[in-house]
């Protein structure tokens, strides 16, 4: 039975070491950071989100069974904490990796595509620990969620996909706990907004497709679109915040 509560969240795979084990059954060594603290994410969905330093402390205190996978594909388990291949463990710039591959077939692909660069994004599936995580709002209307307790990790991995999933149950139910409101409204004012931003980033990608001559003008372009797309977001919550004062 999956868990409700479970959170997955993508990063780059930062301070990335791979190396030959030397040992006859190992396949090589996997280093870097699967989590970095204080780092803020892309929109996950009406807010953004910062792992406080320290989060995963307790939480690898308590000796967690976890997985390093790939994709978080079970059928492709790299190494285990339970069997003493996969270490973690929290410094002040996040959660780190230290685990010995398996000599698997599928091992020596994943080992090419890490050195390529075709995989270099690092991931971890958890929940927030009880009254773990909270959100703060500035006068923008900007929401940003932080996640200062981690309450169950339960693998990591690398991947190819760098984007943020959209928000998830449990952040939504997070969100609700921290303004009041109930969840179904917190979520249906969070995919209005998805849904609006969407429709407006591709009708603008397309009208646009045509004129960006180059990477300098694309990057103008992209800037300008990430203010027009935070002023709305200021705009929404300004009239949330309205039609609240009304009910």
């Known amino acids: ?40 994410s892309h929109d996950l969905g009406g807010f953004k989100e910062q792992i406080a330093q320290g989060a995963f402390d307790e939480v690898l205190a308590t000796k967690p069974d976890v997985h390093l996978t790939w994709d978080h594909d079970t059928r492709y388990v790299a190494a285990r904490t339970m069997n003493d291949t996969l270490h973690l463990s929290s410094d002040t710039h996040g959660l780190l990796i230290d685990a010995q591959v398996g000599n698997y077939t599928w091992a020596k692909d994943l080992k090419t595509a890490l050195e390529r660069g075709d995989i270099n994004q690092g991931s971890f599936a958890f929940n927030v620990a009880p009254d773990g995580d909270e959100f703060a709002s500035d006068d923008d209307g900007n929401v940003m969620r932080t996640i200062n307790k981690v309450g169950a990790l339960y693998d990591v991995t690398v991947t190819a996909q760098g984007a943020y999933p959209q928000t998830s149950l449990a952040a939504v139910r997070s969100l609700a706990k921290a303004t009041g409101r109930p969840p179904e409204e917190v ?16 009708g603008e990608s397309e009208s646009q497709r045509g004129s960006v001559e180059d990477d300098e003008e694309f990057a103008r372009w992209h800037a300008a679109m990430e203010k027009k797309f935070a002023a709305r977001r200021a705009t929404l919550a300004k009239e949330q915040e309205r039609l609240d004062k009304l009910q």
């Not at 190396?19 to 996997?30: A, Q, V």
């Not at 979520?187 to 591709?202: D, I």
Request: net charge negative.
């Open 1 to 40: 039975m999956v868990d409700q509560d479970r959170e997955i969240r993508v990063l780059g795979l930062e301070g990335l070491e791979i190396r030959h084990s030397g040992r006859p059954n190992e396949g090589f060594t996997l280093r870097g950071y699967a989590a970095v603290y204080d780092q803020t």
């Open 187 to 202: 979520e249906a004012v969070l995919v209005a907004e998805n849904e609006a931003a969407k429709a407006e980033a591709e």
